[in-house]
Every structure is written in C-alpha cells, then in structure tokens.
C-alpha cells in the first residue's frame, strides 16, 4: 500500500497499521468492491484529490478531517458525530451530553435518531 496523497494529514501511515490476516468478507465481494473501485478511478469523474480547509488555528492548509497541522500541537475538538474538527462557524455543544460537535451534523443525526449518540 502506498500513502501518496495523505502524507500531510493525520491520516496514519497505510504501512504501520496492523491489518487483519483473514479478510472478514466473502472473495466474491471482495471482487465487487474491487470493480466498483476500478470503475470509479476510471470514470470521468477523476477529481481524486483531498477536500482541503484553512486550519482555524494556525492558517496552515490541511485536509478538511485533520483535527490539527502536522507539526502543530494545538488540535480542533473532534465531532462527536463525524470524528471531523468542530468549526468555531458550527461549533455546538450537545443540551444532553454536553459533548462538541458541528451543529449542521447535530441536526442531521438528532433527526435521524431522535437522540445524541
Ligand atoms: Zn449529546
């Protein structure tokens, strides 16, 4: 596996993560996934690129999940909903739980679930 693209996020290295030995999944799914992915990559549809932000706090640009710049110690709270940053635009802290989230998500999955995860 290669890392090309996600070098600068918080992203880990696709290399030293632990994968597991046996595929959860059927060899036949495994081959629709494949082709999915193959078909993707080849359709015109070819903008592969990361969804970049500002960094909040250090101006920096980074991918739009990173929860801080590579080489910086300060870090974005973390969505309880979607792991991503909270934007001081959408920044939210749940009446129930009390925890940050961006409110657009908030809304989104209160409405699904009727409840805070
Ligand atoms: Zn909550």
Redesign the pocket.
Known sequence: MNNDGIENTDIPNLNSIKLPEKSSISQEKIGEVRNYVLQFVSSDQKNMNLDMRKCELTGETIFEGSLKSQNSTKSAEEC?ITGFPVLKSQSYS?N??K?SCNKNDWNTYVGVFNS??
Request: hydrophobic share 15%; proline share 14%.
């Open positions: 309880i749940c129930n739980c925890k805070c995860p």
